[in-house]
C-alpha cells in the first residue's frame, strides 16, 4: 500500500522560511515523478512544483524564484523549500505521486504565513 506523509507545516512570518517533508512508502520512489500541491481556503487545490525521476523540476509562476522542489532517492523523501514565504502562500500543502495503482495523496501540511 503506497502511503505518502507531510511533515513540516507551521506558523512563519511573511518573509520566513520553511521546510516541508514527504516520507513514502509502499513504492519504488525513484521511478516516479513526484508533486506538492496545495489548497488555499476557498480555493481549487492547484499545482505548486514538480520533480522528474532524474531530477528536472518545475514550479508554478507564482512560486518560481522562491520555493524549491527536491528528492532523496534513498530516504524514499520529497522536499520542498519554501523561501520569502508571503501570506498567500498559506494553504495546506499535499504531496502527491501518480502511481500504478492511482492517484496517492498525503494528509496534508498547514502552513500559515503571517505577522
Known amino acids: 500500500q503506497v502511503q505518502l506523509v507531510e511533515s513540516g507545516g507551521g506558523l512563519v512570518q511573511p518573509g520566513g522560511s520553511l521546510r516541508l517533508s514527504c516520507a513514502a512508502s509502499?513504492?519504488?520512489?525513484?521511478?516516479?515523478?513526484m508533486n506538492w500541491y496545495r489548497q488555499a481556503p476557498g480555493k481549487q487545490r492547484e499545482l505548486v512544483a514538480t520533480?522528474?525521476?532524474?531530477?528536472?523540476?518545475n514550479y508554478a509562476d507564482s512560486v518560481k524564484g522562491r520555493f524549491a522542489i527536491s528528492r532523496d532517492n534513498a530516504k524514499n523523501t520529497l522536499y520542498l523549500q519554501m523561501n520569502r514565504l508571503k501570506p498567500e502562500d498559506t494553504a495546506v500543502y499535499y504531496c502527491?505521486?501518480?502511481?500504478?495503482?492511482?492517484?496517492?495523496w498525503g494528509q496534508g501540511t498547514l502552513v500559515i504565513v503571517s505577522p
Open positions: 502527491n505521486v501518480r502511481h500504478s495503482s492511482g492517484d496517492i
Open positions: 509502499g513504492l519504488t520512489f525513484s521511478i516516479y515523478p
Open positions: 520533480i522528474a525521476m532524474v531530477g528536472t523540476t
